[in-house]
């Protein structure tokens, strides 16, 4: 069996530098930036790109017993994910996928959510499996063969919240992110997880930030001997002021965490020294994670560009408008702020850089999530290291 973190390097994770793993780097565990600059189409709230492959479309599976579990979603629906079994060399290995999809802050916006795939598996239907866990070789070929999983996400608090119900117009609305979690984890489990050689967790957006939040927690799960890992897709928001100089996504945060009692779900050490909201970024989370970990992010992410640095409500004059969806259209004054926040992202991964367990790919796309499109994850447009794409076996 191959080693996960040598079927990581090829999409440039970890490589082998003197028996030991370390992120790609040109001074120890530097960042490596690509000065590359990709414009995607607009799809919902967030800029993504359409994989030529509808991949292999795999029904949903929801949650058995969900009431007695407690584990709902925000309608009180049962929570789903997707499975797709594994075959030859991978038969042993699992990847589970954590959806992303935002947040909610207020019991308005929640309930706004369950009348989407976001809040009820009412809405939930079969899903194409691409990126990360598509089944065809040629375009996942580290990873085509294991056990995958997609879990869904409805709880709107990257699957942390363990709040009280609330009701809205007398519909109740469920906070039990925490409860989705443990619940589907136990199913797959009993489904064949617990007899993993290697397990990888994965996510993206609000995904990947629940990476971070339960990628020792997902360790914990299985043996000691068994290899697990964790790879962190666009989740590294930052808590950074806007163009007008407020703490918009701060707050934003305080909201979420205090409306489904996400708090005691985070690190004590650092609920002990700073407000909880604040506990919420994954600068605050990640220096407390023991469990290998891999974080893949642009430092000019194109969600956060648009919702933490220039939210609407920050451009009233709109002068924004045009930058934050094309970087092409921003004139100097604008690509200086834009230097800065990506200047503000590096800053918050310094300590990780000190890693020994950890690695990280910074690079220069303005796009958000790259796993799950087979153009960002494994195409000749895909980002290059040395002219080596993000599945060449050969980048050593």
């Not at 789903?80 to 990847?95: A, C, M, P, R």
């Not at 009820?120 to 580290?142: C, H, K, T, W």
């Not at 409805?154 to 919240?161: E, I, L, T």
């Not at 195409?379 to 290291?385: A, E, G, R």
Request: net charge neutral.
């Amino acid at each position: 069996m191959v080693e996960l973190g040598r079927r990581i390097r090829r999409f440039g994770v970890w490589i082998r530098r003197g028996g030991t793993e370390r992120a790609i780097a040109g001074s120890g565990l530097a960042v490596l930036l690509l000065a590359v600059f990709i414009t995607v189409s607009l799809w919902g709230r967030e800029r993504r790109l359409v994989g030529p492959s509808g991949g292999a479309v795999v029904d949903l599976t929801l949650l058995e017993n969900a009431d007695e579990k407690g584990a709902l979603c925000l309608d009180g629906s049962p929570p789903g994910y997707h499975v797709q079994k594994g075959f030859g060399s991978g038969s042993d290995s699992w990847l589970l996928h954590l959806e992303g999809g935002g947040w909610c802050n207020s019991v308005e916006s929640c309930t706004e959510r369950t009348m989407t795939r976001f809040g009820s598996s009412r809405y939930m239907e079969r899903e194409a499996f691409v990126g990360i866990l598509s089944n065809i070789q040629s375009e996942n070929p580290d990873f085509y063969n294991w056990n995958k999983v997609k879990v869904r996400y409805c709880d709107g608090a990257s699957f942390a919240g363990e709040g009280e119900t609330e009701v809205q117009n007398g519909k109740k609305l469920y906070f039990r992110g925490l409860r989705i979690w443990k619940a589907i984890m136990q199913d797959l489990l009993l489904k064949g997880l617990e007899n993993a050689k290697e397990a990888f967790l994965t996510g993206c957006s609000a995904g990947g930030l629940a990476t971070f939040i339960h990628c020792d927690d997902f360790r914990a799960l299985l043996p000691k001997e068994v290899t697990v890992k964790c790879l962190a897709d666009a989740g590294f928001f930052i808590d950074e002021k806007d163009i007008s100089g407020k703490r918009t996504i701060r707050s934003f945060y305080n909201d979420v965490v205090r409306l489904q009692n996400v708090g005691k779900n985070l690190p004590k050490e650092c609920i002990s020294r700073m407000e909880a909201s604040q506990c919420f970024f994954p600068e605050e989370i990640v220096n407390n994670i023991n469990t290998p970990l891999f974080i893949l992010n642009s430092a000019y992410d194109s969600w956060q560009v648009q919702h933490i640095l220039a939210p609407e409500e920050s451009d009233s004059q709109q002068l924004w408008r045009k930058c934050k969806m094309n970087i092409h259209d921003c004139d100097s004054s604008q690509i200086e702020v834009l230097q800065g926040f990506r200047n503000a992202l590096l800053k918050d991964l310094r300590e990780f850089q000190k890693n020994s367990n950890g690695g990280m790919l910074i690079n220069s796309c303005f796009i958000h999530c790259y796993s799950m499109t087979s153009n960002t994850w494994h195409s000749l447009d895909s980002p290059k290291v040395n002219n080596k794409g993000n599945h060449d076996s050969s980048l050593e």
